[in-house]
């Protein structure tokens, strides 16, 4: 068979046979025309400056008219969560929102609670692997069924051999030769599942945008003003940058004063200490977002529905389990990213409440213990007792899958309220009514480690 002279035609053939749309096909052509014009995706420092400062979201409940204006708008703003993510990571096979919390109820159960008190629709981004579990569980909340169609599904694409950048194949399981195409996609999944116009022609104005796993991003009234009342067609909270947060993704400036979004896949290795100054660069994206929907519809419109987000070029072998498998590029881009591409767009300062996401059972373990509260509206939040969240690095060896972790605490989670840091190394079993104070290293040698009933550390 003739090799077809533009490369892009294998890929527009395998799309076409999974049945993706021409709108994915058109998008990821714009992005392979820009990897194969040697484009990497870079943003290098001296292209960028630092964000000194941002309005203060914690003082806007004080303003009645930014009160006021919240409420008007609330009829008119829908809730959206990203909900594609299977938690492979943690050795689950269904999705991460369906993992327990705390009192019985899971990420989507409190989810679901939060749409309910608001009065919002809730709408998930769910993907093929999400869909049919996570809508089961959201069947026993009536309170959620409307007009809106409860999710609609991202897309996948294919992932491109780094040596000549043909398609990737892998004979023995087709899947592992296609990526999701980051959480970027969701504006184009907006457009191809039929969900903004629907959105639109029921008057719905606004979107609030926010991680299925972080729990503290809950509807505010006051935020949703702010956003109202400076007319803004697209806005990012933003929260104050620690150590902990140095390898996030963080806000910057071009030269011409709009703002920008840059993740570290995007950052030059010279410019790593930059990047991961936490003084230099002072805020990161919580991807906690709000979109005014007639300026997406205008915006998709006008650029016949290729946004042209900055691309993420990530190296990766097409087997992740397998680093001798074939290298390739996976395409991505980053929801925020669009903060530079929405003329006009801007960024709040949010209080860490607002950021409680669970990347790791480390995170999980945090968030299941007294260091956190269910709160009377149906937030995860930092315990009133603390002032930032304990620091846990559990030995991924004995901690990393779910399973593990729960086995290695049967009874639950230790005290964490008290507890500044944690570090775990080896196998390390625990009681019940343990409480951990301060910063604890517990170390297990050649065989497990029990902390017994009843023990303070």
């Known amino acids: 068979m003739p090799t077809p002279k533009n490369p892009f035609t294998l890929f527009a053939i395998r799309m076409q046979a999974a049945g993706l749309p021409a709108i994915v096909i058109d998008n990821f052509r714009h992005y392979y025309e820009q ?9 290098p420092e001296s292209t960028i400056v630092p964000v000194s400062a941002l309005p203060d979201a914690e003082l806007f409940a004080d303003d009645a008219d930014l009160i006021a204006a919240g409420e008007a708008a609330l009829p008119h703003t829908v809730i959206f969560k990203l909900n594609g993510g299977l938690g492979t990571s943690m050795g689950l096979t269904k999705a991460k929102s369906l993992l327990t919390v705390r009192n019985e109820l899971t990420f989507l159960d409190i989810i679901a609670r939060q749409a309910i008190r608001s009065g919002n629709p809730l709408v998930l981004m769910n993907s093929f692997n999400t869909r049919d579990d996570s809508l089961a569980a959201l069947m026993r909340y009536d309170a959620l069924q409307s007009t809106i169609p409860l999710d609609f599904l991202q897309h996948k694409v294919p992932k491109i051999v780094r040596s000549d950048l043909s398609p990737a194949s892998y ?7 296609w990526n999701p195409p980051g959480h970027g996609d969701i504006y184009i999944a907006l457009v191809t599942s039929g969900m903004l116009d629907t959105l639109l022609a029921a008057d719905y104005r606004y979107a609030f945008v926010s991680n299925s796993d972080n729990l503290g991003a809950v509807m505010e009234t006051a935020i949703l003003g702010y956003f109202v009342a400076n007319q803004l067609p697209f806005m990012m909270e933003a929260a104050d940058r620690t150590e902990s947060d140095k390898k996030g993704g963080h806000l910057a400036q071009r030269a011409d004063g709009r703002l920008i979004l840059r993740e570290s896949a995007q950052c030059p290795d010279e410019d790593g200490a930059a990047f991961q100054n ?12 709000w979109i005014r929907l007639p300026a997406l519809k205008a915006l998709l419109d006008e650029k016949n529905n290729v946004l042209g987000l900055p691309m993420i070029r990530n190296a990766k072998t097409i087997d992740p389990r397998d680093p001798g498998s074939t290298p390739v590029y996976q395409i991505e881009t980053a929801m925020g990213s669009a903060i530079g591409v929405f003329a006009g767009a801007g960024a709040v300062r949010v209080p860490r409440s607002r950021f409680a996401p669970v990347k790791t059972t480390d995170d999980l373990l945090a968030v299941r213990s007294d260091a ?47 507890c500044d840091s944690l570090r775990v190394d080896g196998d390390v079993r625990f009681g019940r009514n343990v409480t951990l104070t301060g910063s604890v290293h517990l170390k297990a040698e050649d065989e497990p480690l029990y902390i017994a009933d009843n023990t303070t550390i």
């Not at 990897?35 to 943003?43: D, F, P, Q, V, Y």
């Not at 004979?171 to 030769?177: G, I, K, N, S, W």
């Not at 937030?379 to 593990?404: C, F, G, K, V, W």
């Open 372 to 418: 956190y509260v269910l709160t009377a509206d149906d937030r995860i939040a930092l315990n009133p007792q603390r002032t930032a969240p304990p620091m846990i690095e559990l030995d991924s060896d004995y901690y990393r899958l779910i399973d593990a972790l729960e086995a290695r605490f049967p009874f639950g989670p230790p005290s964490l309220v008290h």
């Open 171 to 177: 004979p023995d399981d087709d899947e592992l030769a």
């Open 278 to 289: 936490v003084t230099r660069h002072r805020y990161f994206n919580t991807n906690n977002l």
């Open 35 to 43: 990897l194969a014009s040697g484009e990497t995706g870079l943003i």
